[in-house]
């Protein structure tokens, strides 16, 4: 078998900043409290657990005083930053820079809006969107599906902005289906559509290269945390040009059935995957072929 991984797949710049301030703090103190999952992998996870990372929920975190929380990459809403004030917590701030620029944008639109509405495309409850949508003071309309968009007044102005992490076809459907209803509603010129392309660029590079990289393989083995948002829209991209891709999360969940001797396997993973983690798998599948010989 022949075993390649994706050198574009791993860390995003964002979760690299987070997780060097992590275990910069954790080098010094050996412990640290994180307000969710510093990222959505759980090996990630467990081997900063190990060096003293303490994951906590909001509800943890209104509880706790004078002491140090990091804020994970995906940002925060402005509840918090008020909450860490209010109990003497000194915060260490790892939002990635494109998550902050998204909020001020999103900050000053709702500043700004008047009898118009904020539309985000993104999930619902995700970290990401709870800090934009805390940006308007919860006003924010989230919308995922197309059928979400029920909840939208084509009658009024609508400023749309997107989740970083989204799928770049995703944001333009969804943009033209709002252009569409907004036209087919009988708009006037006064009622406009402000859409702001807010996408993480290092993120949606990735799905060109790895529609190149899936198809330059027999098999697709895509890494990612089932928690994140992130590796679902890049495993289908890798899915609908190799259907013999299959997502894992662990070493374990590997079925050696998927393989043969002529089996060319390629390694990719989400921006939240660890490159130690798809190069953990990838020597374990050299380490069988090795012993089959």
């Known amino acids: 078998m022949e075993v390649t991984i994706d050198v574009n797949s791993g860390f995003c710049f964002g979760v690299v900043f987070a997780i060097q301030m992590a275990e910069d703090e954790l080098n010094q103190s050996g412990s640290l409290y994180c307000l969710g999952d510093i990222v959505h992998n759980n090996m ?14 909001h509800e943890k975190f209104r509880t706790l005083k004078d002491t140090k929380v990091l804020i994970r ?10 909450t860490a004030i209010e109990n003497n917590i000194e915060l260490i701030d790892a939002s990635c820079p494109v998550v902050l620029k998204l909020q001020n944008r999103i900050r000053n ?3 700004n809006l008047g009898e118009g509405q904020i539309v985000v495309y993104g999930k619902e409850g995700h970290a990401e969107v709870n800090g934009l949508v ?5 006003k ?12 939208v007044d084509f009658s009024k102005p609508i400023q749309f902005f997107s989740q970083t992490t989204q799928p770049t076809d995703g944001f333009k459907a969804m943009r033209d289906e709002i252009q569409l209803r907004m036209k087919q509603n009988g708009n006037s010129e006064e009622v406009i559509l402000e859409s702001n392309d807010t996408l993480c660029r290092q993120v ?6 790895l529609r190149e990289f899936a198809a330059s393989h027999s098999i697709i083995l895509f890494v990612s945390g089932k928690k994140s948002s992130n590796g679902k829209v890049l495993f289908d991209v890798c899915h609908e040009i190799n259907p013999q891709s299959y997502f894992v999360s662990t070493w374990e969940e590997v079925d050696m059935n998927w393989f043969d001797t002529d089996s ?7 921006t939240s995957t660890p490159m130690w983690l798809m190069e953990e798998i990838a020597d374990k599948l050299r380490q069988i072929e090795i012993t089959a010989n």
Do not use: F, M, W
């Open 109 to 111: 639109g709702a500043e």
């Open 134 to 138: 805390g940006q308007t003071n919860g």
């Open 264 to 270: 060319r396997i390629g390694i990719c993973g989400a």
């Open 73 to 82: 990459a995906h940002g925060e809403p402005p509840e918090t930053y008020k």
């Open 140 to 151: 924010a309309i989230i919308v995922d599906t197309l059928q979400d968009l029920n909840k």
């Open 204 to 209: 949606s590079n990735r799905e060109p290269q």
């Open 44 to 57: 990630e996870v467990e081997r900063l657990e190990k060096k003293g990372l303490k994951i906590i929920d």
